[in-house]
Nanobody, 126 residues
Framework: QAQFVESGGGLVQPGGSLRLSCIGY????????VGWFRQAPGKEREAVAC????????KYGDSVRGRFTISRDNTRSAVYLQISDLRPEDAAQYYC???????????????????WGQGTQVTVPS
């Protein structure tokens, strides 16, 4: 079963930037599309971004498009999320998951699993 360890979160002032990282374990990262998701207290989990196996396709949620950039390094089994122009509404716990590739194969904003790791907390004061 795919497992991830997320890191890089922190307290950032509005307008600031962060780079989140997640490392995959227990599966072949390069065989899977991967996505970032987030969940704020009292809210449903939201898809943020996804990236295809070879980084040829990326997709973003409407609320983050233009401010977030997803990338990956299959040699390190790592996926990254560069976040800029942070807003208070971006505050959440951020998670990685494998995602369905879709057809033609690329990536979708739908997680394959409902099992989640610890995540990494992003805090943006209002």
């Amino acid at each position: 079963q795919a497992q991830f360890v997320e890191s890089g979160g922190g307290l950032v002032q509005p307008g600031g930037s962060l780079r989140l990282s997640c490392i995959g374990y227990g599966f072949i990262m390069s065989d899977n599309a991967v996505g970032w998701f987030r969940q704020a207290p009292g809210k449903e989990r939201e898809a943020v971004a996804c990236i295809s196996r070879a980084s040829t396709v990326t997709k973003y949620g409407d609320s983050v498009r233009g401010r977030f950039t997803i990338s990956r390094d299959n040699t390190r089994s790592a996926v990254y999320l560069q976040i800029s122009d942070l807003r208070p509404e971006d505050a959440a716990q951020y998670y990685c998951s494998t995602v369905w590739p879709g057809s033609p194969p690329g990536c979708t904003l739908r997680a394959k699993s409902d099992s989640w790791g610890q995540g990494t907390q992003v805090t943006v004061p209002s």
